[in-house]
């Protein structure tokens, strides 16, 4: 309530808008499911439908090996030059394709609308809510790449189709995030966010056995699709901070090796807290209308990571270098 009334106040201030409504709490799987990512812009519709069950039971191929298969239905009419340009977008973003049917007075229409019966096209329908006129595009994929990709379609549809208002400010808390996310490259589990988030109570049971079912305290404001910040309420009971150490690889030796001070703490009674990182350059983009930070900040850096305004990363002295035992091999450039 506290961060709520700062940002309305903020908002009434500066610009004169009334945010009159109590900020909306959206879980992260409800976020991840109808916008494919963890900051959803609200200032529009086209939620993303999950047809996986229904489309793997149709004779096209391509949908029979993906582990997520979803679409979208933009209300507008599309050309084929329209399209052909979408399917590109989305094969610039990491998709292999972008499937696609019109709905019309008999069905689905298109080149692969052969490969789906009549029933599965109408729970098609049914489950989209799709109607006569408009289109359907499909991504069918693993989950991380279909999320990503539609959630980037979706945005991408709201500016085409002007679907999106420049003065609307729509917030919310986004909430019951994981605890952890599987890495596959490593074949392992690490902490969503960091591994000194507490788990919520109800979950911790899980921990050994069914880590991917632990959600944490985690919560992030977002406006218009930007995280403006993120907080968490922190873990104090040493046992269970330890138990958390576990699941991502951390052994007793190596958490005591490397977080010993903290656990010693713990031992001496921690009162329970939290709190939230607020971004105050994201904000002020936003209310100036500009999309990068970079245009708000007192000294951006460029794409070589230096300063246009003061000159840094100026050299350092030797004697620095010296005393603090560092040694540098610099490459001089040509």
Known sequence: EMVEG?????????????????????????????????KPDLRFGLELADVTEIAKKSDFKVFHNAELIKCINPPDKF?????????????????????????????????IAKFFSNEIQKKILEKTKAKKGSILFFVADREKIV?????KLRLELGKRLSLIGEKDF????????PLFEWNEDENRWDPSHHIFTAPKKEHIAFLEKSPEKVYADLYDLVLNGVEL?????????????????????????EAQKKFGFLMEA??????????????????????????????????????????????????VDDAQLKELHVKMDLVKKK
């Open 170 to 177: 729509k917030f919310c808390w986004v909430v019951d995030f």
């Open 79 to 111: 050309s084929r030059n329209e399209i052909d340009l979408l399917i590109e977008f989305a094969m610039g973003i990491g998709a292999k394709g972008l499937a696609w049917m019109k709905v019309t007075d008999k069905g689905l229409e298109s080149n």
């Open 147 to 151: 999320n990503d990709v539609m959630g």
């Open 229 to 253: 910040g993120s907080g968490s309420i922190r873990e104090t009971n040493p046992e269970t901070q330890e138990r958390v150490m576990k699941v991502i690889g951390l052994s007793h030796e």
């Open 6 to 38: 700062l940002y309305k106040h903020l908002m009434k201030k500066v610009l004169n808008a009334n945010i009159d409504y109590k900020f909306p709490r959206i879980s992260h799987k409800e976020s991840m499911e109808k916008y494919g990512n963890d």
């Open 266 to 315: 713990f031992k001496y009674g921690t009162p329970p807290h939290g709190g939230i990182g607020l971004g105050f350059d994201r904000i002020v983009a936003l209310m100036c209308g500009y999309n990068d930070i970079r245009e708000v900040i007192a000294f951006p850096k460029n794409k070589n990571a230096e300063c246009p305004m003061d000159g840094s990363p100026s050299e």
